[in-house]
């Protein structure tokens, strides 16, 4: 029995590491890239804590080096899916039971432990696997993962301590409890941290889950596995499931024990969970918690006012980074026709600087986009605007699998405000620009709410801040997280909880409170001190 009250204060977020040549970081990650893409990691299937393999085997490659195996991994046939499912409830009996505090402990201790031994090895893993540059990593499968850690279990602490006021003679409470049933994480290529939020947040909440781990993200998922056990966590809690998402969502959603999805990918694979989920309602012994982050058509909108070299590099940086392969990234941009040309021309010179290849070579810039699949669809954006008469290619628009799947940093500018690439998503390097009439602000703002099904994250650049408030407020359903004189990407954990609307998702916001509150049940509870004994009203007596 603990006879205390432990709090968690609200954390500092993890400083993110410099690795300036001849830093000790730069050294120590340098050694890991080298020690793992000298190495073939066998990943297994993890169920209960134990390793199982099928010899049903797939590969992991390299994007920028497609030729180069850095691990093979064992698909689920249906039975490890059943059987993760078992494992999942068995563990939920002790899980759901332990204090909440020990779950809290436990999770600290991954944070403290990704925070120096394993933060070489996750983040050598997302560069090597995912095709992101040092800084990209950094930021992602070390200092963002640690930051949800953290101030999950600050949050948590918030929940918890939520309660009701007594009555006259009588004492009320809230219980939190997890979910009656297992949770299914279904967790993206493009963030490694967002694979680990995925599981991690209703895990801490006291549930239990069954994961399903993007297969080009499945070496930096592994040894978040690793990380998980070392730092204590019992076993069966999170089942790792390597393989196909139409097969382990099937079987997971035809499971009575199905409670909830935890869920980052594409629009249409969500709606397709939810249909396939609202088909199952009958089975289940609760409505599940459907929690999806997925689309977007992420915008900047550019008033006549703006800094021109500010929406340059906002738009090269929002548009680019990690090969525009961010739920968040800049795919669409209106601008005054005034400021069109000198942004552009900022654009070009940047282009002209950065550099493109593989990630060890730390000035590498641009790096690959995932796979093959992914290359030939944004290969196919870029050549239908190469062919079109509304539309011209302004910068970039090559595109080499030869080696790695690379595509140039591309801008395509067209005169059509519902231009193909203006409305559908390509998760690319790709930027549609649409020039637009100086004296048709109000009419342009309207088209930029309005063209895309979407609303995830969007931007506004004016040096007029009564103009940018103006156009905030139209554009308020149009992203779940918008911006003011910067690019609408970079959401950072206890700053800016991430999440849209619309298209885009359930908008439950990573990296707040208001989503660890959907992976609970509230109970409460009201003991009377004395029990009443006449039935009687006052008047009545």
Not at 448 to 465: K, N
Request: one cysteine or more; a neutral charge; glycine letters at 6%.
């Amino acid at each position: 029995m603990k006879n205390s009250v432990i709090t968690f204060p609200l954390p500092a977020n993890e400083p993110v590491k410099t690795y300036l040549v001849g830093s000790p970081e730069r050294a120590a990650l340098e050694k890991e890239l080298e020690r793992q893409r000298n190495m073939v990691v066998d990943i297994p299937i993890v169920i209960g804590g134990k390793e199982i393999r099928t010899g049903e085997i797939g590969q992991v490659v390299c994007p920028h080096d497609h030729q180069h195996v850095l691990a093979t991994y064992h698909k689920v046939t249906e039975k490890e899916v059943k059987m993760a499912i078992e494992s999942a409830m068995e563990a939920r009996k002790q899980w759901m039971n332990t204090d909440w505090t020990t779950r809290a402990a436990i999770v600290l201790k991954m944070a403290e432990l990704l925070a120096t031994k394993y933060r070489y090895i996750l983040n050598a893993a997302t560069m090597l696997g995912q095709s992101k540059n040092i800084y990209q990593a950094e930021i992602d499968s070390a200092c963002e993962t640690i930051d949800f850690f953290r101030y999950n279990v600050h949050y948590a602490s918030k929940i918890y301590s939520m309660q009701p006021k007594n009555g006259s003679g009588n004492l009320n409470h809230t219980e939190y409890r997890p979910l009656e049933g297992f949770v299914l994480a279904v967790t993206p290529f493009n963030f490694t941290s967002i694979a680990s939020n995925l599981c991690m947040t209703p895990v801490l909440m006291g549930d239990v889950m069954v994961w399903k781990p993007s297969t080009t993200a499945l070496l930096s998922n592994y040894h978040l596995m690793q990380l998980y056990k070392e730092a204590g966590l019992p076993e069966g809690v999170i089942n790792f499931l390597p393989g196909s998402g139409a097969l382990i969502g099937r079987v997971c959603m035809q499971s009575k024990h199905f409670a909830g999805i935890h869920f980052t990918g594409s629009t249409a694979t969500f709606k397709s969970l939810w249909k396939e989920a609202c088909s199952n309602l009958d089975r289940y012994i609760s409505y599940p918690r459907l929690v999806g982050e997925t689309g977007g058509k992420d915008f900047i909108f550019v008033h006549p006012t703006a800094d021109e070299k500010a929406v340059a590099t906002a738009a090269f940086c929002g548009a680019f980074e990690y090969q525009g392969q961010k739920c968040s990234a800049a795919s669409r941009m209106y601008i005054p026709k005034s400021l069109w040309p000198a942004v552009l021309k900022n654009m070009k010179a940047m282009a002209a600087e950065v550099k493109m290849g593989d990630v060890r070579d730390p000035f590498n810039y641009i790096n690959a986009v995932i796979d093959e699949t992914s290359f030939d669809k944004i290969a196919s954006y870029i050549n239908y605007a190469k062919e079109s008469k509304d539309a011209k290619i302004v910068l970039g628009g090559r595109c080499d699998k030869t080696v790695g799947y690379f595509v140039e940093p591309t801008i395509i500018e067209t005169s059509d405000p519902h231009f193909k690439s203006m409305e559908e998503e390509i998760f690319g390097p790709v930027i549609t620009v649409y020039p637009y009439d100086d004296d048709k602000m109000e009419e342009t703002v309207t088209l930029c709410d309005e063209t895309s099904p979407y609303g995830l994250t969007g931007s506004v650049f004016a040096q007029d801040r009564l103009a940018a408030e103006r156009i905030a407020d139209s554009l308020c359903y149009a992203a779940g997280n918008f911006y003011i004189n910067d690019k609408p990407t970079g959401a950072v954990v206890g700053m800016q909880p991430f999440g849209g609307a619309r298209a885009s998702g359930t908008n439950d916001k990573a990296g707040g409170e208001f989503n660890l509150i959907r992976w609970t049940v509230p109970r409460v509870i009201k003991e009377t001190l004395v029990s009443p004994t006449d039935y009687r009203y006052s008047y009545l007596k």
